[in-house]
């Protein structure tokens, strides 16, 4: 059976109504949580960045959940130090917690002042960085010069069985290479025949373990409500790639995205104000195949879209 989770997203919400939303979500019957781990947001109406790290260990003591964390290693973060925070979480929350590897967006990597590298050079990267944290999490010494450096690291505080790590993609080519080393799959709600090209590229290549996705969404009690709040919140998230990884600040995701239009984010959000048009949308994904559905909606109230989703659309689902 597919599990339901919920989107925590720091680039919108505070981290402490985050906190009471994943605790709300799992009193109205959603099964598991995920999060965000940025730097900045997307547009200055957002306005938030908490740490996800920080966050992440409130959050899992706070509920029975399981959690995951879509994250970047090889530049805002040493892979050692992920491999360390993985290790501790892992511990303290045994079979709770996972971890989404990506290549990065420049918005929130280039506060460290280096190049922003080429695709194929971050996915080098990112590759590198996902055998060092494989092996720390084994328990072994590592060292290692190439894209990254490591010098005689090791965790020393780990679980028995090491978290999974799971890729992040939004195209077959990237599925399918993330095949070739992750624990499972997560992208993002597109079209039917796109999702089904994902799965097939990761499956057909040897991908092992659940196939998640994350289903944004924006819910209100009537439908101009519903669009006004996707507009207002995710219009700077529409471009696909490079634009959405190459660019660097707020303010550059706030200049390009001021003619988009309510139809275009349409595009990418499932807006309705009908929730039993939610059910028929979330029933196709499911029918797809995904293991695991994490609904965000893209508004900065997360309240009533939990209770409406956990009394009404969830039920209807199981």
């Not at 959603?30 to 260990?57: E, V």
């Not at 501790?88 to 590298?117: C, D, K, Q």
């Not at 095949?179 to 499956?203: K, Q």
């Amino acid at each position: 059976m597919t599990e339901f989770g919920i989107h925590a997203s720091h680039e919108q919400i505070p981290p402490g109504a985050l906190l009471e939303a994943v605790i709300a979500a799992e009193r109205a019957g959603f099964d598991a949580a995920m999060c965000s781990d940025h730097f900045s947001p997307w547009s200055h109406r957002q306005g938030q960045s908490g740490f996800a790290w920080s966050w992440l260990g409130a959050a899992l003591q706070a509920t029975n959940l399981s959690f995951g964390v879509v994250n970047a290693p090889g530049q805002r973060y040493h892979p050692a130090i992920i491999a360390q925070a993985i290790g501790t979480l892992g511990s303290m929350y045994p079979g709770r917690f996972w971890t989404a590897f990506g290549s990065g967006e420049y918005s929130n990597e280039h506060i460290t002042g280096e190049v922003w590298p080429r695709k194929d050079v971050r996915n080098a990267r990112l590759r590198e960085c996902v055998d060092v944290v494989r092996d720390l999490l084994n328990g072994e010494l590592v060292s290692h010069d190439g894209l990254v450096t490591v010098d005689r690291a090791r965790v020393w505080t780990r679980p028995e069985t090491p978290p999974p790590l799971i890729g992040a993609a939004v195209s077959p080519a990237t599925a399918a290479w993330c095949a070739e080393w992750a624990d499972g799959l997560v992208t993002v709600n597109a079209p039917e025949e796109r999702l089904r090209e994902m799965i097939s590229a990761y499956r057909g290549a040897g991908g092992r373990g659940p196939i998640c996705l994350q289903v944004h969404l924006s819910w209100a009690e009537s439908t101009e409500e519903a669009k006004r709040i996707a507009h207002d919140q995710w219009r700077g998230n529409i471009f696909p790639p490079p634009v959405c990884w190459d660019l660097a600040t707020a303010e550059e995701f706030d200049v390009v995205s001021e003619q988009v239009t309510v139809e275009q984010v349409a595009k990418v959000v499932n807006i309705s104000a009908d929730l039993e048009e939610h059910v028929e949308l979330l029933r196709g994904y499911t029918d797809l195949g995904f293991d695991r559905i994490y609904l965000h909606h893209v508004g900065q109230d997360l309240l009533p879209f939990v209770e409406a989703f956990g009394s009404k659309v969830l039920p209807r689902l199981r």
